[in-house]
């Protein structure tokens, strides 16, 4: 599983102007490239968690999740781990200060996994940072 530069540069971008609010989305991928985070309609943020309402989720493809932990630890809490156990299989940690080396990527079972970064071409697919920006 790789990520996309932009999108991991969006989703640190939107952590960050969400602290000291938890941030929480849906990771979506065009092959093996994770390429879009879905923010899930109702998900209540505070800045102890963000709970997101599965059921809620758009009738969408993912493979995993994204959320920030303001405080800076990028450990899994229990919560978390349940959540990784029930929904997708890249489970992403982005810890303040929100930048390139502040984030951990987890599967299933809480256990690191390494999440390449690579550069990807989204030529017409452009929409969904406008969407994400409008909501
Ligand atoms: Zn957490």
Request: with cysteine; aromatic share 8%; charged share 25%.
């Amino acid at each position: 599983m790789k990520i996309a530069r932009e999108t991991l540069q969006f989703i640190l971008e939107v952590c960050r102007s969400s602290a000291p609010k938890e941030f929480a989305g849906m990771l979506s991928a065009k092959g093996d490239v994770i390429t879009e985070v879905i923010v899930v309609p109702g998900t209540e943020s505070t800045d102890e968690s963000a709970v997101m309402q599965l059921f809620m989720l758009p009738n969408i493809h993912t493979v995993g999740s994204v959320h920030s932990h303001p405080s800076g630890n990028t450990r899994p809490s229990g919560i978390d781990l349940d959540l990784f156990d029930r929904k997708g299989v890249v489970h992403m940690i982005v810890g303040a200060p929100f930048d390139l080396k502040s984030w951990k990527c987890y599967d299933t079972n809480g256990r690191p996994l390494n999440l390449e970064v690579v550069d990807y071409d989204f030529k017409d697919e452009d929409e969904f940072f406008e969407d994400i920006m409008n909501s």
